[in-house]
C-alpha cells in the first residue's frame, strides 16, 4: 500500500489531470472544426454550389449529380449516378436508381410527341429507361413508396408490349418454330 501511495502524488494526479483536459480541449475543438465544415457542406450541396471539404465523399458526388440533372445535364447526371451505383450501401444504391429513372421519366415528360414518330420512339426509349432504373431500385429497397408509384406510372405511359402469337383477338395463336410442313 506504500508503494501505491508513492506513485500517486498530487503532483502527478495534477499532471494527469491537465493532460486529460487538455486531449479534451483538442477534441471538442477538433468536433467543433468539423461542425463547421459540416454545415458549410450542407449550405453549399443545398444550393448547388460545389462544397469546399469532403468533394470525393458519396454525398458530394450525388449532390452535384443531383444539381447537373436539375440544370438538364442528363448525360453528365446520368454518368456520375452511375458511378455511385458502384460504390455505396443497397439502400444508397436504390436512391441513385431512382434518381438516375426520374430523370429519364421527367424528360420523357417533356418531349412533345405529337404525330411526330421520332419523338414518340425517344420518349418510349426514355420512358424504359426509367422502367428499368426504377425497378432496379425496387429491387435494391423495396420500401420506398415513391419508387413503386413511379414505376407503376411509367408502365402505364408504356405502350403494351403484344404478346408473340396474340392477335387482336382475345385468342392467343400457336407459335410453331422449326416444324416442317406436311407431317404424317
Do not use: C
Not at 498530487?10 to 479534451?24: C, D, E, M, P, Y
Not at 453528365?76 to 451505383?85: I, S
Amino acid at each position: 500500500m506504500a508503494l501505491g501511495l508513492k506513485l500517486l502524488t498530487v503532483k502527478r494526479l495534477t499532471w494527469l489531470l491537465v493532460g486529460i483536459a487538455l486531449l479534451s480541449a483538442i477534441g471538442i475543438a477538433y468536433q467543433l472544426k468539423r461542425l463547421n465544415q459540416i454545415n458549410a457542406f450542407n449550405a453549399a450541396v443545398t444550393t448547388g454550389n460545389s462544397p469546399a471539404t469532403d468533394k470525393l465523399s458519396y454525398e458530394a458526388k450525388y449532390a452535384q449529380a443531383y444539381w447537373l440533372a436539375k440544370k438538364d445535364y442528363y448525360k453528365e447526371a446520368t454518368n456520375l449516378f452511375t458511378g455511385l451505383t458502384q460504390t455505396s450501401t443497397p439502400s444508397n444504391r436504390a436512391a441513385v436508381f431512382h434518381n438516375i429513372g426520374n430523370m429519364f421519366f421527367l424528360k420523357a415528360l417533356r418531349i412533345d410527341a405529337g404525330n411526330d414518330i421520332r419523338a414518340r420512339d425517344e420518349a418510349e426509349y426514355l420512358l424504359t429507361e426509367a422502367k428499368v432504373s426504377y425497378k432496379n431500385a425496387v429491387k435494391l429497397d423495396n420500401s420506398n413508396w415513391g419508387t413503386r408509384r413511379n414505376l407503376d406510372r411509367v408502365l402505364s405511359l408504356l405502350p403494351e408490349v403484344p404478346t408473340p402469337g396474340m392477335s387482336d383477338s382475345d385468342s392467343p395463336g400457336i407459335i410453331m418454330g422449326n416444324i416442317p410442313v406436311g407431317l404424317p
